[in-house]
């Protein structure tokens, strides 16, 4: 598959470690983010999604944490296995009279078996 | 059901060429949008739809024209392919039109333009 990506950060941990990545955010006004995970030469796949009147959401093996004070969200990945391998984008979503989903750049987490 | 289909999967066009390329999606999905994606960026948006007979722009629309006659298509065009627009191609459906709930997202269509 295509490689998308070349030059993102990069997160390499320990299978069965925990992973952590973060996100810095644009704007104040954005009320609800979104995780993805992108797998090489595949489109974006939703992981877990938070609004903005929250600090924290779990799912399976996941949490999202979101400091508004900072503009900071992250992802946190428990017991990391190799399938968890792949890109992985923050997004926020505004509404400027329309609604937008704007995505970060991307950090390219490596599972080490 | 398909989910979000994308054609085609690989174009190489030349500077100046026109093209469309299409994206349809079989969930009844009100919203749909497309993304652009560069080697090292994240998705760029580049359209948005909330329903039939509406369209709006995104991030990086110059270039680029959208229709939505239909629920179900949302066909990119390219008017004058230029050397800058060579990426990869993403079209996204959501059912919530408020930029909510979760996208699905196409398998993308390579663009080359020469």
């Known amino acids: 598959g295509e490689s998308v990506g070349l030059h993102l950060p990069t997160l390499s941990v320990q299978e069965g470690d925990n992973s952590i990545i973060n996100c810095a955010y644009s704007?104040?006004?954005?009320?609800?983010f979104i995780w993805y995970k992108q797998e090489s030469g595949k489109g974006p796949q939703f992981i877990i999604d938070?609004?903005?009147?929250?600090d924290k959401r779990q799912g399976q093996r996941v949490t999202v944490l979101l400091n508004k004070t900072v503009k900071h969200l992250s992802l946190q990945i428990a017991a990391t296995q190799p399938g968890d391998s792949a890109v992985y984008f923050c997004a926020e979503t505004l509404n400027t009279g329309g609604f937008k989903t704007i995505f970060g750049a991307g950090t390219r987490l490596f599972v080490k078996a | 059901n398909a989910g979000v289909t994308q054609t085609p999967k690989f174009q190489v066009l030349k500077t100046g060429q026109s093209m469309t390329l299409q994206c349809a999606q079989d969930m009844n999905h009100e919203y749909m949008s497309w993304y652009r994606q560069d080697p090292g960026m994240g998705l760029r948006l580049i359209h948005y739809?909330?329903?039939?007979?509406?369209?709006d722009q995104g991030e990086v629309p110059n270039g680029y024209n959208v229709s939505r006659s239909t629920t179900e298509d949302f066909p990119l065009r390219l008017l004058s392919a230029a050397p800058s627009q060579t990426s990869v191609y993403f079209c996204?459906?959501?059912?919530?039109?408020?930029?909510?709930?979760?996208?699905?997202f196409g398998p993308g269509t390579r663009l080359t333009v020469l």
């Open positions: 704007n104040s006004a954005s009320d609800y």
């Open positions: 739809s909330v329903g039939a007979g509406i369209t």
């Open positions: 996204a459906s959501s059912y919530p039109t408020g930029g909510e709930g979760e996208q699905f």
């Open positions: 938070i609004r903005s009147n929250m």
